[in-house]
Each structure stands twice: as C-alpha cells, then as structure tokens.
C-alpha cells in the first residue's frame, strides 16, 4: 500500500482528500502546518506528498527543499506561470491549481508513483516507446531508436513527465547538466530532430509544440 501525506492547514481539505485517497487504497498520513510536516519526514518516508504553499510556521517553499527523493505535488491557489516554474525547478514534481477536478489529481498523483516505480528500476515507457537508462537505449514499438546526447535528455525528461507541457526554460534547466551545450535556439531543432526519427519509425508524431510554452510526450 503506498502512503501519501497530505500538508494542508485546511481541515475541509485535508478531510476531503483523505477520504478520496482512502477510496483509491492509499495510505494517508496528515500534517497541518510546515513545522507539523518536517516532524512527519522524520518519522516517516511517504512515497508522495501533496504540498500547500501558504502554512503556518515553515511556508510549503521551506518544506519542499526538506524533500529529497520524494515526489511532491503542489496543491495551491497561486495559478501564475512563473511561480509555477520556479516550484518545479526548485523540486517539485507536479503543481495542481486549487480548486481541483478529483479525476485529475488522483491521475497526476499515479503518475507521480510510476514514475518513481519507474526511476527504481531506470525503465521508463509511455504507450509503445520505452527507455532504459541503464542501457541508454530508446526503442518503439520494439524498434531501437538511435539519438544523440541532447535528444536522449530530452526524451528522458519528457517521458518521466507523460502528458505535461514543459517550458523551453525548464527543459534547459534539467537537461543542462548532461548537453551544457544546449541553448534556447539549438533546443528547437533538438526537439525537431527528436520528433522526426520517432515519426520515422510508427507515422506518429509523439511530441507536441505548445505554441509559445513549450513540448511535451502525447
């Protein structure tokens, strides 16, 4: 059974998604306040937290650079893109604007566990392609796919978040340490390079341009 804490100074809230995550046979622990939830970590390892921002004591920014190695979604009301970008490189996995579609969040939420799942084992898949990253190897529908140094962090960074538009900066920000070559310009033909040699092997384009924000795995 995987446990998830729930850090929310709403009692409604936190009820809310306790009885919700209760009927999808998580494991839910409770924290009220930012001090309430470091206390918590010390006890505890959940396999994921859901993370308001405004709390009493330590703010949800202060806990969220306590969490290392546990995938954490942000629940908050603040819905501006920068803020958004800045929780996300700052170690956020995800960042859901309250209020919230339940169906949502509980896909968001079992994403977020298969991926760690997947990060355990270093297999990554999304419908018919996959990567290993013990082996570094790509391959769909079976069929290797042989990419350069950028193209592989960009795909390992677009198949560990399936479905979820990321902006140019991010991808920057997280591919940097392995093509600290890449810039903002090169990035484009990079990700278009990528997308022709999956099309090469299925007809189907798997990356989609988000005008003006950025790609993400479809």
């Known amino acids: 059974m995987k446990t998830i804490a729930v850090i929310d100074d709403d009692p409604h809230i936190g009820n809310l998604l306790e009885e919700l995550l209760g009927r999808e046979g998580y494991r839910t622990l409770r924290a009220y306040s930012g001090t309430e939830a470091l206390l918590l970590l010390e006890r505890e390892r959940p396999d994921l937290l859901l993370l308001d921002l405004m709390l009493p004591g330590l703010s949800g920014e202060e806990v969220l650079k306590k969490t290392a190695g546990i995938p954490v979604i942000v629940l908050s009301a603040k819905a501006d893109i920068p803020g958004k970008v800045e929780l996300l490189l700052g170690g956020a996995a995800d960042y859901v604007t309250k209020p ?39 391959s769909l529908e079976g069929t290797p796919v042989r990419l350069t140094r950028t193209e592989y962090a960009v795909l390992k960074l677009l198949i560990q978040n399936p479905g979820q ?37 299925d007809g189907t384009d798997h990356i989609e341009a988000v005008w003006g924000i950025g790609f993400r795995l479809v």
């Open 165 to 201: 538009v990321l902006t140019r900066s991010l991808l920057l920000e997280r591919i940097s340490p392995d093509t600290p070559d890449c810039t903002e310009s090169s990035l484009k033909i990079h990700v278009s390079n990528l997308r022709k040699k999956l099309k090469q092997v």
């Open 100 to 138: 919230f579609d339940s169906r949502e969040l509980l896909a968001r939420i079992a994403v977020q566990l298969r991926n760690a799942s997947a990060a355990a084992s270093g297999l990554f898949t999304f419908g018919a392609l996959t990567l290993d990253t013990e082996s570094r190897t790509v």
